[in-house]
């Protein structure tokens, strides 16, 4: 049977607002559970009008989710690599919990989760492409929370029998991504009229928000239960070329990394079991995306100007991550 009513955790995130417009468009019922629309992002598209909203923090594990739904994506985390040096408790704590609390519901109601998970696992290495079966290499707290997150849903499939499916973002961009992750960032500081940086000798993979959640949504019609897939563009882009194609080559200066910032120097993942399995495939050339990203911003100043000061803010310490400057907190 086709899932028709569809739970979204972490609905008024970047992944989770872009999922729950999808899903919208294709004429599922959406149930977005998160602690508040923070970003405005409901509120800008118009979702906040339109899907039934819970408003609450999940992590909190005397919570449940709703007993009328389908099935549940479980998107609900504190993203951020670097959030994660500054606050590892915090994060490790947040991101168990919440998927205690999904898997806990999905267990009492019978629903399946799938779990959105990150390429970050993978840590990095010297230049291969990672597949699934890549041995993990956490090398932040984000990362090990998320290897912590995968083991419970694997365990509650395995001893709970609760139907689940594990995918692995890679690097996303795109509309509504606030500016403490590379590309909005640069796009805001060029903006503004600031310089840019970018770090020597890293190459990611980034794909655009649409082809991200092109590739859920295929997992939601497929409904391949029991595996694991990433969801990523497999090509490796070095960060120099990324920040060029916004500022151009007069517009930023090299830095080194830091001796230490949880990142590994390749980190670039393939998708084709993805692909095998559903026909999926990204469709946006990065450089397209990019520029079309840009555009979105120029035009959409009145969403991220509230948030100009995480873009002038300092990487060398904790400001310029949102969720630092804008903490997560209770029910709202």
Same mark, same amino acid.
């Given at each position: 049977?086709?899932? @028709?009513?569809?739970?979204?955790?972490?609905? =008024?995130?970047?992944?989770?607002?872009?999922?729950?417009?999808?899903?919208?468009?294709?004429?599922?019922?959406?149930?977005?559970? %998160?602690?508040?629309?923070?970003?405005?992002?409901?509120?800008?598209?118009?979702?906040?009008?339109?899907?039934?909203?819970?408003?609450?923090?999940?992590? %909190?594990?005397?919570?449940?989710?709703?007993?009328?739904? %389908?099935?549940?994506? *479980?998107?609900? =985390?504190?993203?951020?690599?670097?959030?994660?040096?500054? *606050?590892?408790?915090?994060?490790? @704590?947040?991101?168990?919990?919440?998927?205690?609390?999904?898997?806990?519901? =999905?267990?009492?109601? $019978?629903?399946?989760?799938?779990?959105?998970?990150?390429?970050?696992?993978?840590?990095? !290495?010297?230049?291969?492409?990672?597949?699934?079966?890549?041995?993990? #290499?956490?090398?932040?707290?984000?990362?090990?929370?998320?290897?912590?997150?995968?083991? #419970?849903?694997?365990?509650?499939?395995?001893?709970?029998?609760?139907?689940?499916?594990?995918?692995?973002?890679? !690097?996303?961009?795109?509309?509504?991504?606030?500016?403490?992750?590379?590309?909005?960032?640069?796009?805001?500081?060029?903006?503004?009229?600031?310089?840019?940086?970018?770090?020597?000798?890293?190459?990611?993979?980034?794909?655009?928000?649409?082809?991200?959640?092109? $590739?859920?949504?295929?997992?939601? $019609?497929?409904?391949?239960?029991?595996?694991?897939?990433?969801?990523?563009?497999?090509?490796?882009?070095?960060?120099?070329?990324?920040?060029?194609?916004?500022?151009?080559?007069?517009?930023?200066?090299?830095?080194?990394?830091?001796?230490? &910032?949880?990142?590994?120097?390749?980190?670039? =993942?393939?998708?084709?079991?993805?692909?095998?399995?559903? &026909?999926? @495939?990204?469709?946006?050339?990065? @450089?397209? $995306?990019?520029?079309?990203?840009?555009?979105?911003?120029?035009?959409?100043?009145?969403?991220?100007?509230?948030?100009?000061? #995480?873009?002038?803010?300092?990487?060398?310490?904790?400001?310029?991550?949102?969720? *630092?400057?804008?903490?997560?907190?209770?029910?709202?």
């Amino acid at each position: 049977m086709m899932a @028709r009513k569809i739970g979204i955790t972490g609905g =008024a995130g970047f992944v989770g607002t872009h999922l729950a417009l999808a899903a919208e468009r294709a004429g599922y019922e959406l149930t977005l559970y %998160d602690i508040g629309d923070r970003m405005g992002r409901l509120s800008a598209t118009g979702l906040a009008n339109r899907a039934r909203r819970r408003y609450a923090n999940l992590a %909190d594990t005397g919570r449940e989710l709703d007993e009328d739904l %389908d099935l549940v994506v *479980h998107l609900a =985390a504190l993203p951020q690599v670097d959030y994660s040096l500054y *606050h590892p408790e915090l994060v490790v @704590r947040n991101n168990v919990n919440s998927t205690l609390t999904v898997l806990k519901s =999905a267990r009492a109601y $019978g629903y399946p989760v799938l779990f959105g998970s990150s390429i970050e696992v993978y840590g990095g !290495n010297g230049g291969e492409r990672l597949i699934e079966e890549s041995p993990v #290499l956490p090398l932040s707290p984000y990362a090990s929370s998320k290897i912590a997150c995968e083991n #419970l849903v694997s365990s509650y499939r395995s001893t709970f029998g609760v139907t689940a499916t594990t995918f692995r973002l890679t !690097n996303l961009y795109g509309p509504f991504q606030v500016p403490d992750r590379v590309i909005p960032r640069v796009t805001v500081q060029s903006i503004l009229g600031m310089r840019s940086e970018a770090v020597s000798g890293r190459y990611r993979d980034f794909l655009h928000i649409s082809d991200a959640v092109d $590739g859920i949504m295929a997992l939601i $019609g497929q409904r391949v239960w029991g595996e694991t897939f990433n969801i990523s563009g497999g090509l490796p882009l070095s960060l120099e070329q990324v920040v060029e194609a916004i500022v151009g080559p007069d517009g930023y200066d090299l830095v080194d990394p830091a001796d230490v &910032d949880g990142r590994g120097p390749h980190l670039v =993942a393939d998708a084709q079991k993805l692909t095998a399995a559903t &026909d999926w @495939r990204p469709t946006i050339d990065w @450089r397209v $995306g990019v520029r079309n990203t840009v555009a979105w911003y120029r035009k959409q100043r009145l969403w991220w100007d509230p948030l100009n000061g #995480l873009a002038k803010a300092s990487r060398s310490g904790p400001d310029f991550l949102a969720d *630092h400057v804008c903490p997560i907190s209770g029910d709202e």
